[in-house]
């Protein structure tokens, strides 16, 4: 039997870990060993199957995201997580490179997870990305941009994919390995686990390609019921850190609607605030196939939650943070399925737009008309598909790979 | 032949690095495995050619608001995420099976209590090493940091309680026995190694301790020579962060003599713009020998390492110490009659009025010497051999 190392190198909050560990525990069932290599571990604690993995430390560098602009290109993510200093992307493939050597991987499965790829390839280890659109670049040179709220001069994608190249080749050559030509090079894995729909890319620059279908997991979390009452039904998961938090509970609080609200570490006097008999809130994940069955609207920040909503018919009210929220809330609205507001909206609007989104038909149209695009969709069958072909990389064949090389 | 792991969680600059590596050498010539868990990688990637593997070691996130001024060892723990029983008990599995995985034999921590309570879970035994700063003499509960700001013993007790309570908590989240009944097993090591000397132990000095001695990177830094003989020669190692540090330099120009400033940290324009005929300011790490030994008056923050460098070369100091653990040195410093110094809440006095002064202090000046000349002969690579011996002695069996 195989082992299978999974990294998250990137990103943050429970996706990450809920994703892998829910592909990880059915390979275990088939008797592989699983190591997890991850950015953050206390969000294993929450997942008691990973305590039959192996736990390591994702190697990451002690600032991050301090350049200057906003990253425009994977170049400039790559530039924000230590691949602007030579010596600093040495320490950390080193270390990649260390703990792959000991724990001896047969594949290595990247979930936004760069610096794994890179040793993965040094080392000659087969590979695959599994994660959402943003997460695995298209494969082309220089690395192409995502953003388009405003314009970004090619020289700028070209300069910094160019510094990001060189940084990788001098730490490639640090320890002894040959270079690469072409960023995206790092990026060639033997499979990619796209794990989201065309509509929905984050890029929409991307050559053809084939996709995997969305990854968030809607069947663990928190058993809740909707309140009882007449109200429209809204799902709230936000970050107590969101900009018009406040803002949101005032209209929550205002209005005739049923909530059920996720809002991690929400202190006690906002959370006393938006408490209501017609309005739950919840101090963990919610488990939300049955919840989001009965959903008229979902408030999120725009992330794979939304998406995986979508898939039910749900339309969304996003407030992205991140970039990869915003391009995820972009694409979320033009299915038509979603409005979203910026981080800096007014007050008025942010007030106005649970009931704008309510009392525009199109938008649950269109999420509904989404939902049955992909009614054959199940997560399961995708589950069982990617072991399939993890098995099969696995697996040399007289034409696969080992025979190729 | 066996296997060291050598462990570095927290604590900025470059002295942790500057301990372990050489000692990692050292273990390496007697025929051991090195092998370095640090939370801060970049500091080793110059050292990829010499072909010792190394680990991340887990973070932790820190909490929310955190208190600029902790009073004991334990408060800081709690201030870097110890008070969050489930973010310890991610680290501790990241730590448990990074133990699993590479086998050491043993381990030295370096400001490491998470590898020092990972050890703990599986009996590997351990060796703490430091320069005394990590390595709080074992009272309960911990001492103040502060001595000199009176703290209720009550405050320092539930300090250690609260840090203790969440580290039983995370041994009980992954089923491990025998969580710690005293703050100080946090720091301490089944044994341990102040690789200092007595007179910079932040916490000294200590009844019944053996100093094996400060130890340095011997390589590294850039030549420079004094130019000519003018008197007094004022070296200077200071970050430019330092609010007082452009105050420092103007006074500089003003004293006869010369200066040589090391500032790691400014652009080479901004030397240039700060450097004269007789003031150098020079925007790297300078090799010291030949230069510390002719100087009349050294002037730092009181970092260990530039510290115990002043302190053999015999100079008198003049210290500006940025924060606590530098402060507790310079006190030290102060009452072996070796140096001057003005303490972060101090307001800062008229520079060149005070370093005339210090320069012209024959009572610093003799006990820098006396002080220089009681470790004369003190060799930084016979202490990294001698602090890798007494590590290899501490292997089991």
């Known amino acids: 039997m195989a082992r299978i190392a999974f990294a998250w190198e990137l990103g943050g909050e429970f996706g990450h870990a809920m994703a892998c560990s829910w592909l990880a525990r059915a390979l275990q069932l088939r008797g592989h060993s699983i190591a997890f290599v991850f950015r953050e571990l206390r969000q294993l604690m929450a997942l008691p199957e990973t305590a039959a993995f192996d736990t390591f430390q994702a190697p990451r560098p002690m600032r991050e995201g301090v350049a200057g602009a906003p990253p425009a290109s994977y170049a400039d993510i790559l530039l924000g997580a230590g691949y602007a200093d030579a010596e600093e992307l040495t320490a950390l493939l080193v270390a990649w490179r260390s703990l792959l050597r000991n724990w001896r991987p047969d594949i290595v499965i990247a979930d936004f997870a760069p610096t794994a790829l890179l040793a993965a390839r040094s080392l000659a280890l087969p590979r695959a990305t599994f994660g959402n659109g943003f997460f695995t670049p298209p494969p082309l040179s220089p690395l192409p941009a995502f953003r388009y709220d405003e314009a970004v001069p090619p020289q700028r994608i070209a300069a910094s994919d160019a510094k990001a190249l060189a940084c990788v080749n001098a730490a490639l050559a640090a320890v002894g390995e040959p270079p690469l030509a072409r960023l995206a090079e790092q990026f060639e894995a033997d499979e990619h686990f796209l794990c989201t729909f065309p509509e929905l890319d984050q890029y929409q620059n991307r050559p053809a390609t084939g996709y995997w279908g969305p990854r968030f997991r809607f069947d663990r979390g928190l058993d809740v019921e909707w309140p009882v009452g007449q109200g429209k039904r809204l799902f709230v998961y936000v970050k107590r850190t969101m900009p018009q938090l406040d803002l949101l509970i005032e209209s929550l609080a205002r209005s005739p609607h049923r909530v059920i609200a996720f809002i991690p570490d929400l202190d006690e006097a906002r959370r006393a605030r938006l408490a209501a008999k017609s309005r739950v809130v919840v101090d963990r994940p919610v488990r939300l196939d049955r919840v989001v069955r009965h959903c008229d609207l979902m408030i999120c920040h725009g992330g794979e939650i939304g998406t995986g909503a979508l898939l039910y018919g749900v339309p969304q009210l996003a407030f992205p943070i991140t970039y990869e929220q915003f391009l995820t809330a972009r694409r979320m609205e033009q299915v038509g399925a979603a409005a979203w507001l910026a981080p800096g909206a007014a007050a008025r609007d942010v007030a106005g737009a649970i009931d704008f989104v309510l009392g525009e038909p199109r938008f649950a149209a269109a999420a509904k008309a989404f939902a049955r695009r992909y009614a054959a969709f199940s997560p399961e069958e995708q589950r069982r598909r990617i072991i399939q072909r993890i098995e099969a990389i696995l697996t040399p064949s007289p034409t696969g790979r080992e025979a190729s090389q | ?397």
């Open chain 2, 1 to 397: 032949m066996a296997r060291i792991l050598c462990a570095w969680e927290f604590g900025g600059d470059l002295g942790h690095i500057r301990r372990l590596l050489p000692i990692a050498r050292e273990l390496r010539r007697l025929g051991h495995e090195a092998a370095f868990v640090f939370l801060d990688l970049a500091r080793l990637g110059p050292y990829a050619a010499e072909g010792f593997e190394w680990f991340q070691a887990p973070h932790m996130r820190l909490p929310p608001k955190q208190n600029p001024s902790p009073l004991s060892p334990s408060d800081v723990l709690l201030n870097l995420g110890y008070a969050d029983a489930a973010g310890l008990a991610g680290a501790l599995m990241g730590w448990r099976s990074l133990f699993g995985l590479w086998q050491p034999d043993l381990v030295v921590c370096d400001y490491a209590p998470g590898a020092l309570l990972a050890a703990r879970m599986r009996a590997t035994p351990t060796v703490a090493v430091g320069n005394g700063f990590s390595l709080p003499p074992p009272a309960a509960p911990l001492e103040a940091y502060r001595p000199w700001n009176p703290v209720e013993a009550n405050v320092l007790q539930r300090l250690d309680e609260k840090l203790l309570a969440t580290v039983a908590k995370a041994f009980e989240m992954l089923r491990a026995g025998s969580p710690p009944r005293a703050a100080h097993e946090l720091f301490a090591g089944d044994s341990h190694l102040l690789c200092n000397f007595a007179e910079l132990d932040p916490f000294g000095p200590r009844e019944g301790v053996e100093y094996s001695g400060p130890l340095a990177d011997s390589v590294s830094g850039r030549d420079v020579a004094w130019k000519a003989e003018e008197h007094p020669r004022i070296f200077a190692y200071l970050k430019p962060r330092d609010p007082r540090f452009a105050a420092i330099v103007a006074a500089l120009r003003k004293i006869a003599g010369e200066a040589l400033v090391a500032a790691p940290g400014l652009t080479d324009a901004q030397a240039a713009e700060l450097s004269s005929d007789r003031v150098r300011v020079l925007p790297d790490a300078l090799k010291l020998d030949g230069i510390l030994d002719s100087a009349d008056l050294c002037i730092s923050h009181a970092g260990p390492g530039f510290a115990a460098r002043s302190l053999l070369a015999g100079v008198p100091l003049a210290l500006v110490p940025m924060q606590l653990e530098q402060f507790r040195i310079a006190r030290r410093l102060e009452a072996a009659g070796a140096a001057a110094m003005i303490s972060p809440d101090d307001p800062p006095p008229d520079f060149a009025t005070w370093l005339t002064d210090i320069a012209a202090r024959s009572d610093l000046r003799e006990g820098a010497r006396a002080l220089g000349h009681a470790h004369r002969g003190y060799d930084f690579d016979q202490a990294a051999a001698r602090a890798a011996q007494r590590i290899a002695a501490a292997l089991p069996g």
